[in-house]
């Protein structure tokens, strides 16, 4: 892995400082964590960190537009609430009564 780096121009030994008591295997082990992980992410740029970063934005994108079709929505239900109310004070009554309004269509007058 360490060859890999250097092929790619990252010399992890040299690029990443050693931390902690040089030649104790914890400090080793976590020591080559770090440059296998970091000549990964030169590989490989994309991490599992930025994909689930990158899906995150996109479902917030998503609410959002989602949260303004529903406000867009409410308007419009809203506004046709407010067309029914004046609706229903603009027409008389009777107009919705199926005889009347067949009447109506066959030109008569209502009650002559």
Not at 42 to 66: C, F, G, V
Not at 88 to 102: E, K
Request: glycine share 6%; hydrophobic share 40%; with cysteine.
């Amino acid at each position: 892995m360490v060859e890999l780096g250097r092929q790619i121009g990252f010399d992890p030994k040299r690029d990443i400082p050693f931390e902690g008591e040089r030649h104790n295997a914890l400090a080793d082990a976590i020591h080559q964590a770090k440059y296998v992980f970091a000549i990964w992410q030169k590989i490989i740029p994309t991490t599992s960190a930025e994909l689930l970063n990158a899906e995150i934005d996109n479902r917030a994108a998503m609410a959002t537009s989602d949260k303004e079709t529903i406000r867009q929505l409410q308007q419009q239900v809203n506004a046709l609430a407010v067309e029914c109310g004046i609706m229903r004070q603009l027409l008389p009554d009777y107009v919705s009564v199926p005889a009347t309004d067949a009447a109506l269509r066959n030109g008569e007058q209502g009650g002559e």
